[in-house]
């Protein structure tokens, strides 16, 4: 299992994705655990390196008794990352995560390339309201506030429409801690980060649910907005947890905010992600056949179908290719279908998600189109096969 000891608690992480990416820490609300992040790794993987971890008493992490601060919060996550060689990383926290981030900005610049702080704020309300919290908690444990942390982690609608999110975020609350849950909200109870603001000096995106009660835009985001120099802003239509009520929005905002700025020229990009996606071989042969005539064509669709598409962070490149099988068949362009379906099935295209895919396309485009689809996909099998 992936623990390190770390400053005399034991953290569990996981690092998923290629070494040599950009390093992208993801930080979790108090209440939750790594797994929060779940809905974000498929659109983010393709990007970075993803380090999540479960925060001092959290998940599977040690959960000493006791008052936690920010600060030993956020010297956990240094201490982690030095264990692991990562001396430099971007890093996205919500909420309880968000105050950890702020401390980071502020107190090891040096360390942070971009920092993203959602559903989070300089200061999280009134002490007497955290004192309340923990003193049900240790009087009843986790049930006793689930049904307030639900309300305030969900809009009313995800929570009716019974979205499994929902109840697999419940069954992580159930499952924190109590004693770890009561030194976390102490480290919230105790957190001012107003006066300090100024001193982060990373680019900062500052994320706000339209629907979140616990850290409203109005008196939290906005005031990071304000007061972080050049910091960014978003508001999504969304509660507390606003990663898990809007995923591909937040994964899309986070993606876009961590590359701008990159130095690559899109056709270097273009050429990159179509050798990928098409292959070396297919490749070759295009820069082969480059001539005058054809030269200003190939850098447009290098440039700006694939360079500035195809590289955006919206969609993965699984669901990319799946949308350029169901157009080009739905429109009879057979020979890109094809050339995609061949490039597709090389780089491990299953033939579950082809037949879905063409049994839409009979659907919604016509059934010549899909069986003309279907017979050239039966063509290429048989070839692969051989």
């Not at 992040?37 to 599977?60: K, N």
């Not at 968000?98 to 309300?125: C, S």
């Not at 050049?230 to 994964?251: I, K, R, T, W, Y």
Request: aromatic share 8%; charged share 20%.
């Amino acid at each position: 299992m992936p623990f390190l000891s770390v400053r005399q608690s034991k953290i569990f992480y996981r690092l998923e994705g290629n070494s040599g990416q950009p390093v992208l820490v993801l930080s979790h609300s108090i209440g939750t655990d790594h797994g929060m992040w779940e809905p974000q790794i498929g659109d983010l993987i393709q990007h970075f390196q993803v380090l999540r971890y479960d925060t001092r008493g959290h998940g599977a992490s040690d959960a000493p008794t006791g008052d936690y601060s920010i600060e030993q919060l956020g010297q956990d996550v240094l201490a982690l990352t030095d264990e692991l060689g990562l001396s430099r990383f971007a890093f996205c926290g919500l909420s309880l995560g968000g105050a950890i981030g702020q401390w980071l900005g502020v107190h090891a610049p040096d360390r942070i390339e971009r920092l993203v702080l959602a559903n989070t704020a300089p200061k999280f309300g009134a002490p007497e309201q955290w004192e309340a919290r923990i003193r049900m908690v240790r009087e009843g444990g986790m049930p006793a506030i689930l049904d307030l942390a639900m309300q305030r982690f969900f809009s009313s609608e995800m929570i009716t429409r019974r979205d499994p999110l929902v109840q697999s975020t419940k069954s992580a609350f159930l499952g924190t801690n109590p004693i770890g849950y009561a030194g976390c909200c102490a480290a919230l109870r105790d957190f001012d980060n107003t006066a300090n603001l100024r001193q982060i000096s990373a680019p900062t995106l500052v994320i706000s649910g339209q629907r979140d009660v616990s850290t409203p835009w109005a008196g939290n985001g906005e005031i990071l907005a304000k007061n972080i120099p050049h910091a960014s802003a978003l508001q999504l239509d969304a509660a507390h947890l606003s990663n898990l009520e809007l995923p591909h929005s937040f994964s899309a905002a986070v993606a876009e905010f961590m590359l701008a700025g990159g130095t690559t020229d899109p056709l270097q990009r273009g050429f990159a992600i179509r050798r990928f996606v098409l292959g070396d071989e297919h490749i070759d042969r295009a820069v082969a056949s480059t001539n005058d005539f054809n030269r200003e064509f190939q850098d447009l669709i290098t440039r700006y179908a694939w360079g500035s598409v195809w590289t955006r962070p919206g969609l993965d490149v699984r669901t990319r290719r799946l949308l350029v099988l169901a157009i080009t068949a739905s429109l009879g362009r057979l020979e890109e279908f094809r050339m995609h379906l061949q490039a597709g099935l090389k780089a491990g295209l299953e033939l579950s998600d082809l037949k879905e895919v063409l049994l839409q396309t009979a659907i919604y485009a016509g059934v010549p189109a899909a069986n003309t689809a279907f017979q050239i996909a039966r063509e290429e099998m048989t070839k692969s096969e051989r």
